[in-house]
């Protein structure tokens, strides 16, 4: 009776859902959450994020879905996972999408995340058609622009007798910053796309880009073709296991989200983000029968890199100083770096899976065509350096009860040594808790690796979350992390250590209004200031940030955010402080298909150390989260508008006024003024 009567309470509350609004404050939560510790305003989360996008379009079948399929979503917790599944089992298909009130492991809020992307059907395999696949797909095509309006150094002209004497004084190409992206897509089953893309700066049609864009990507990928359960062509990523031997990608640390601390390794997937350095380029196939699967890949490509005359120990002759990470070719030594060194990868992966285990072996050969040679710092001098490595690891998932567990050991060439294991318990329905560690030696050489908090080498530390349920209404999330490094690292001359703490509160008034309250705090150890003989001795390095942020819908057509916090810097003994208050405004009109986003921010900023984070609303597929430092005002205006149902228009103006600079940023992106604004726009067309 308990059980029926969750059910009906849940379907009431459910009666008024906006799913295309709560999907996209899913969606935006979970950008902020990540975004925020990565710490970079210039993130491409597509290939992370596109799933949602896909499932609200294409609703997981719940009577159909696999743990694969769940785990795409990045919502639920594994255990929460296999307890739907092991309902299925005992009691079978679902008839009713709030017959999920009955899974003891959801509450309400977890049913409210996972709602806009999940239905209810028939549990029938369906065979892939391929007059279907021709006839039901979708197309869609983006086009996206973006300038800044203020002039940039690196854009005013200079005459030929300095550039004569410094060539990197100028941009060789235009402001204007291109994106083109064609897919076709059917179902989740067959994929092929094109993107292009010219950054601010570069050339287009002409000079080093006179095939037009600087970066282009394209992909073709089948799924669930018999055997053959995926093939990739072109651009991919191959993620195995815990992130430790092989993952290309980027790396999620961690977040608010306290128990989301496990990876969940999607094996090939097909390659439609625009980072120009973090994927495959050649092909793979996965084949499975019954519990095994095997994985193959293989990719050649071309990366940035500076190259310089290295020492005897490769034999001379030029060798890689650095990689090239950010994909910018804007000057005439970021284009000398450009496809300066060919890169091979070799991989495999295999795969045991029965009903609550699942075991892998991964393994990865990279090979350069250019000797990297590492640093002099001592820091680095277990840096990979040579013309070839591999990497072998072994991963596992167990179920047990309401218990999981997982975890990854991996080695190297120089027989290094790098682990983690992990440990995820349901302890009550109001109760769940979370345990990680992880060890990776200082010499630890896996070069495609991204395992939590990001940290591929020198490192022990262990993390232990916890979420409660206190009522209905107050849930209470806190993590603690501590860490040691034996090594010295970049601006550490020594051993260190840190600790990391995170305490939130999250409070839902009623169905429309929802407050929470975050208090975070990071201790890490740097080198000294002060001026000493020898070895610098290590400080302490002391972040803490206080949030409170309000979220209210005032009616269909208004939502509002609200939010004001504070950030305290200690560096030994010097302080700084920050202070950040923002107004967002959502509107949604009732009689026209327009939607706008706004917000009118005031910050203030002793300095770089104490810059704070917020995610702002972004076009489709663009992520921002800029950090607000110095003092001043930052205000944005973004219009979202339908023109009939395959063509969606974004138009966003945003502005930066500072009180106290009269110069923005430094080098050839120096704006000499106190503002920065820009302007985007962008068109999505369905065919």
Same mark, same amino acid.
């Given at each position: ?9 849940? $379907?009431?509350? $459910? ?36 799933? +949602? ?64 992307? =999940? ?79 010219? *950054? ?14 600087? %970066? ?14 995926? =093939? =990739? ?16 990608? %980027? ?108 075991? #892998? ?8 065509? =250019? ?57 009550? @329905? ?20 991204? @395992? ?11 993390? +232990? ?8 209404? +107050? ?64 400080? $302490? ?12 819908? /005032? ?33 949604? %009109? ?11 921010? /005031?910050?203030?900023? *002793? ?35 339908? /023109? ?22 430094? #080098? ?20």
């Amino acid at each position: 009776m308990r059980k029926i009567l969750s059910v009906i309470l849940v $379907f009431i509350s $459910f009666l008024t859902w906006a799913q295309e609004d709560e999907r996209n404050k899913i969606i935006e939560t979970r950008i902020e959450f990540i975004g925020e510790s990565l710490e970079n305003s210039d993130i491409d989360f597509t290939t992370y994020l596109e799933d +949602l996008y896909f499932f609200y379009d294409n609703p997981i079948n719940l009577n159909q879905a696999t743990f694969d399929a769940f785990s795409r979503l990045h919502l639920l917790t594994d255990i929460q996972i296999i307890a739907i599944l092991d309902y299925k089992k005992s009691y079978g298909s679902i008839l009713s999408i709030f017959e999920l009130a009955a899974v003891e492991e959801l509450d309400k809020n977890a049913i409210e995340l996972i709602l806009p992307f =999940v239905t209810v059907g028939e549990n029938v395999q369906e065979k892939t058609n391929w007059k279907k696949v021709f006839t039901y797909g979708k197309n869609e095509i983006f086009l996206r622009y973006q300038r800044d309006l203020q002039t940039r150094e690196g854009y005013i002209p200079k005459s030929d007798s300095i550039l004569a004497i410094n060539p990197n004084k100028q941009y060789v190409g235009s402001p204007d910053k291109l994106y083109f992206r064609y897919r076709y897509t059917y179902k989740d089953k067959i994929s092929w796309g094109l993107t292009g893309e010219k *950054d601010a700066g570069e050339q287009f049609f002409k000079g080093a880009q006179s095939k037009g864009f600087d %970066f282009y990507s394209a992909h073709i990928m089948i799924k669930d073709f018999g055997i053959v359960q995926k =093939v =990739v062509l072109g651009d991919f990523q191959a993620n195995f296991g815990q992130g430790l031997t092989m993952w290309s990608g %980027f790396n999620m640390g961690k977040t608010a989200d306290v128990l989301n601390v496990k990876r969940y390794a999607r094996g090939l997937k097909a390659y439609t983000s625009v980072n120009e350095t973090n994927f495959l380029r050649g092909g793979g196939v996965t084949l499975q029968k019954k519990q095994f699967d095997l994985t193959v890949f293989g990719s050649h490509k071309r990366i940035d890199a500076n190259l310089n005359l290295s020492d005897t120990l490769f034999g001379g002759g030029f060798g890689i100083s650095s990689f090239q990470s950010t994909g910018f070719h804007r000057t005439i030594s970021e284009i000398e770096d450009r496809k300066a060194v060919k890169e091979t990868i070799l991989g495999g992966a295999t795969h045991f899976t029965s009903n609550n285990l699942k075991i #892998g072996l991964t393994g990865v050969y990279t090979v350069y065509d =250019v000797p990297l040679s590492t640093s002099s710092q001592t820091y680095s001098q277990f840096n990979f350096q040579g013309t070839s490595n591999y990497s072998m690891g072994i991963n596992y998932m167990y179920f047990k009860h309401k218990m999981s567990f997982f975890g990854e050991a991996t080695t190297s060439k120089n027989k290094s040594i790098a682990v983690i294991n992990g440990m995820s318990w349901h302890a009550d @329905p109001r109760l769940d808790i979370v345990m990680l560690h992880r060890y990776i030696d200082k010499k630890n050489q896996s070069l495609y690796a991204a @395992p939590f908090a990001g940290s591929t080498s020198n490192e022990n530390g262990i993390y +232990l979350g916890a979420k409660a349920k206190i009522s209905k209404q +107050l849930n209470i999330s806190a993590y603690y992390d501590q860490f040691t490094n034996n090594w010295l690292k970049w601006l550490t001359d020594g051993p260190s250590y840190g600790r990391e703490i995170l305490l939130q509160a999250d409070y839902k008034i009623n169905y429309n209004s929802s407050f929470y309250i975050r208090f975070k705090n990071k201790i890490t150890q740097r080198d000294t200031k002060d001026d000493v003989v020898g070895i610098d001795n290590q400080v $302490f390095l002391n972040k803490t940030n206080l949030r409170f942020h309000f979220s209210q819908r /005032i009616s269909k057509q208004i939502s509002v955010r609200s939010r004001v916090e504070f950030v305290k810097f200690m560096y030994d003994k010097n302080k700084s402080n920050g202070v950040l208050l923002y107004q967002d405004l959502i509107y949604q %009109f009732s009689k026209i298909p327009l939607r706008l986003s706004a917000r009118y921010a /005031i910050f203030d900023t *002793d300095n770089y150390d104490t810059r704070i984070y917020a995610y702002e609303n972004d076009l489709l597929y663009l992520f921002s989260i800029p950090s607000y430092y110095n003092k001043g005002i930052r205000a944005y205006v973004m219009a979202k508008y339908d /023109i009939g149902q395959n063509v969606d228009l974004w138009i966003r103006w945003g502005v930066y006024s500072y009180a106290n600079v009269t110069e923005i940023s430094s #080098g050839l992106e120096t704006i000499y003024g106190s503002k920065k604004s820009d302007i985007k726009l962008q068109l999505k067309i369905r065919i």
